[in-house]
């Protein structure tokens, strides 16, 4: 077969086969096809999509390119969360270990920044020493003793997706319903779960932009895990605001830890409980969602979710001093204040300008090659419907360049924007899909 061909059929719109579907997972896993090619593909298919039988056959291949994780030694349910990427979406790093005190074993394989999204990698990196390079044996060995692990893909675990999703990153081809869910539906499904609960976002910070859309791409990936015999729940969930007041990498650490305190901000907390309640119905730890809110309340409330967090962050090779020192995570060297310039009320925010924007400070990567500056990041005080004054400080910037300062504020404000009228803020869960 011949990549160029494969790539012009699907430039024109035509139906990839299996057999080319593969060709092109084995030249990716075997590096075989150079990355202009396998970019030209992904821009193909970006534009032109893919049928439910090129996706489920990509998903697939994708799974197969590497080892599939055996957790049947395991005893109980092993049930994932996974999302389709948002902006101040810190929700894994808490959920993880709340889940897992509960009694559901949480394997959990995760990405790193994608365009304009954080990742939960590149996030847990900011705890000095902690590792999520683990190796296949020592993840399952780390579920065996304390039941939850994360950790980014190996080279033997789904190469496909490791090259792709690097790829995609940085080519503008993220946002494609196809290439999401065979990234997704590839990756949890090797990890040897029996559950899934996914978070499909839609808005202006998500990568899908209408509830209708994420409702297609929640559909997509119900249906793939159930053709493979796993029991899949999909929240819609807005992403129309950051979630949370703290964006970026180190910041989002600090408010993971506040809510495992049992503080943080609402929107966070409420979908963390939300989340990880699907998550103990599936784990057949609790049968309805007054259950098993019960039963994470009070993981929270006797510390035993922090305490999991901290053993986890132990077992990765992490500093668990940060726990109750925040200051021993990256910080900037500045904090610019952003001021509203009128009364109001907070009407729309730009969520994907303000991933960009942390992507432009240094808190994701511009190219392949990039490191991140796990310091910088945004606090963000004032969400949709919340009154504001002249001169109320709307956000801060956590920095270490502060040359462009006056670009970086007239950029910001850009994103913010204030109407007199009151505005009524959008439902942070909007279905729920099973
Ligand atoms: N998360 C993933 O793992 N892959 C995507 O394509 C988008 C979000």
Redesign the pocket.
């Given at each position: 077969m011949i990549m160029t061909d494969i790539i012009r059929k699907k430039r024109n719109g035509e139906t990839l086969s299996k057999e080319e579907i593969e060709f092109v997972i084995d030249g990716i896993t075997n590096s075989s096809i150079p990355d202009y090619q396998i970019t030209a593909l992904l821009m193909a298919i970006y534009f032109k999509g893919m049928d439910d039988d090129e996706t489920s056959v990509l998903t697939s291949g994708m799974m197969h390119s590497g080892d599939i994780v055996n957790l049947s030694n395991i005893v109980g349910f092993k049930v994932d969360k996974?999302?389709?990427?948002g902006v101040g979406d810190k929700i894994s790093i808490p959920l993880a270990p709340l889940v897992a005190s509960a009694g559901v074993t949480v394997p959990m394989v995760?990405?790193r920044g994608?365009g304009h999204?954080g990742g939960t990698l590149d996030k847990l990196e900011s705890i000095p020493g902690m590792r999520t390079d683990l190796q296949i044996d020592e993840f399952i060995n780390q579920l065996k003793r304390i039941g939850v692990a994360i950790m980014g893909q190996t080279k033997e675990m789904n190469p496909a997706?490791k090259k792709l999703?690097a790829l995609?990153d940085v080519t503008a081809t993220?946002e494609s319903i196809p290439?999401?869910t065979?990234?997704?539906m590839s990756?949890k499904l090797a990890e040897g779960i029996d559950g899934l609960v996914l978070d499909v976002k839609y808005g202006n910070g998500a990568?899908i932009k209408t509830p209708d859309d994420a409702k297609i791409l929640a559909e997509k990936m119900v249906n793939i895990g159930k053709s493979m015999n796993k029991n899949v729940t999909a929240f819609l969930t807005d992403m129309n605001q950051p979630l949370g007041e703290k964006l970026g990498n180190a910041l989002e650490i600090e408010e993971s830890i506040d809510i495992l305190k049992g503080k943080g901000p609402e929107d966070v907390k409420e979908l963390v409980l939300q989340l990880a309640s699907e998550m103990l119905i599936l784990g057949k730890v609790a049968s309805t969602n007054d259950e098993a809110l019960k039963i994470l309340k009070n993981k929270l409330n006797s510390g035993e979710a922090l305490k999991k967090f901290e053993t986890m962050i132990e077992a990765q090779g992490g500093n668990t001093k940060i726990i109750e020192n925040y200051d021993l995570l990256p910080h900037t060297a500045y904090i610019l204040q952003i001021h509203a310039e009128q009364n109001g009320y907070i009407s729309e925010i730009d969520t994907f300008g303000i991933g960009n924007f942390i992507v432009h400070i240094g808190g994701g990567r511009k190219t392949i090659n990039d490191k991140i500056d796990h310091s910088v990041g945004v606090q963000l005080f004032k969400k949709i419907g919340m009154k504001v004054e002249r001169d109320d400080i709307i956000a801060n910037i956590h920095i270490n360049k502060i040359e462009n300062g006056e670009d970086l504020e007239k950029m910001f404000r850009s994103f913010i924007k204030i109407s007199k009228n009151p505005v009524t803020p959008p439902p942070l869960i909007k279905e729920i899909l099973k």
């Open positions: 996974h999302s389709t990427g995760s990405g994608l999204t997706d999703y995609r993220v290439l999401i065979a990234s997704i990756k990568f």
